[in-house]
């Protein structure tokens, strides 16, 4: 395992923190993305999230570097997220390049990004599957058993945020979370092109940018997002974003 | 060679159900059959929001149905409904101030009441459950038409007898809102679009690209999301190009749109490619 114990207490008492009343869904995905990618040792994250159409929807990711939401886009074709939504297993290929018979599109596009393995974890409540968590590499090669419960775990983290401590609420109230996760998600991508023009900045640069702002003034990112989106609040750039 | 072996799914235990409600749940056809019945009800005319919410009631076998939409001003104001009885208990919930509609609007999110005559509901909407009880009302369930900031109304289904929606009724619902968000937007623009761009733009109007394209284009033009988005799919009609490829046109500032539109009716800006060459080596496949 990559991570120390000491470490993955630290990661599920932030996230149980961040747990809070009228806490923001994206903000609890987004820095649960990150800690993905953090304690699992992989090169980056994806949360999807399934719609009423049946599609699967990004809804945070560890980096929001335009190929790899394409990437994560692209699995409502083919690919291990599928796969483990379709299944409610966990899914890995520890080396993409044999992988193109399967997933030809999807095995492409990853390689040509540099991803060489990846892993998907389905997100279940009860007899449903939400959605997954993938997992990018860098590197060939599977993740070992432990790894994959901690990764588990962290998927379980998710589901429990969007369902918003009520894991044993009825279906309305799922269905209601859930899509608030995926509305909120389309209000951040607006936001995004908003400021692309207004900034005429990168759309990557412009989510860093609203998120630190949020961080910075305890406002909720969708919230953020909203008032941007209707040229209510007017961010500028700052020079020291991560 | 065959590389699914490859595969390995790690050894989960799943009870068989659990996949056999995901494959009931994930329906690529939800769409087309939401379509097909709004359809059916337009009977050969051009779909309308009318029809629309007449499908959805018969669909849901709801007592009926009934859209408020969202005026300028942000307020929210009853436009259509199947029956006099539900227009009025549409009015009702906004004349009192309280009931789901007006809550799925606030939150963005559906409001589902399976129970008026409950105390959870005389709890959270003292005046509308009692007025709704009274005209024989019980399950009351608000969908926003909406995508992000682009928030067009709500549609608000009433039925007669108690309990929750079935998940799939619940789906459907969730789509036949989707349907009117999309016929609600060409409306503004006074296009009317085929049964198969529609649901080929509801599937592609899920890439972020194309929201990003509508805050881009909304900051550009100084415009609302909402007509922005309109702007961009009666774009897309227009120049028969997919949603998703214009997005990217917008997004990578290969393609601006006229901000001189007149809005309702008329015809769709003219649209000045700046690099036309470039605009048209990126055809999108999907």
Redesign the interface.
Known sequence: MSASDRRVREVFIELSDTLVDDFDVIEFLDRLAARCSELLGVSACGILLADHHGALNLVAASTEQARLVELNQLQNLEGPCFDAFSTGRPVQHPDLRSARGHWPRFTAAAVSSGYLSVQALPMRLRDTVLGAVNLFSKTTGELDADTITLGQALADAATIGIVHQRALARQEIVTEQLQTALNSRILIEQAKGFLSHSLDIGVDEAFALMRSYARANNRRLTDVADEVVQARLTLTPSPSLE | ????S?????G?T??P???R??TD????D??ARVWGAIRAVADGASPTLAHAVSACAQALSAAGAGLAMTRDGGMLEPVLATSPEIADLDELQFELGDGPSGEAAA??????E?DLAGVAAGRRWPAFAAAGGARNVRGVFAF?V?????RVGVLTVYRREPG??Q?EQ??QA??FA?ALFVLALDNRQGVSADLDEVIEA??TA????V??????????Q?I??TDALARLRAYAYSSGLSLYKVAIDV?SDRLHLDGDQPRGGGPPAKPQLTDPETAEKEEEE?
């Not at chain 2, 939150?107 to 589902?112: D, I, R, T, Y």
């Open positions: 060679m065959t590389n699914i490859m595969i390995r799914p790690l989960w799943l009870r159900m659990a996949v409600v995901w749940w994930v329906d690529h939800r769409s939150m963005s999110a559906p409001v589902l399976p926003p909406a995508a992000g900031a682009a929750p929606l998940r619940l789906e969730l789509v989707d509801a599937f899920r890439r972020a690209e929201h990003q394209a509508a805050g881009r284009l909304a900051s550009q100084r609302s999301v997004m999907d």
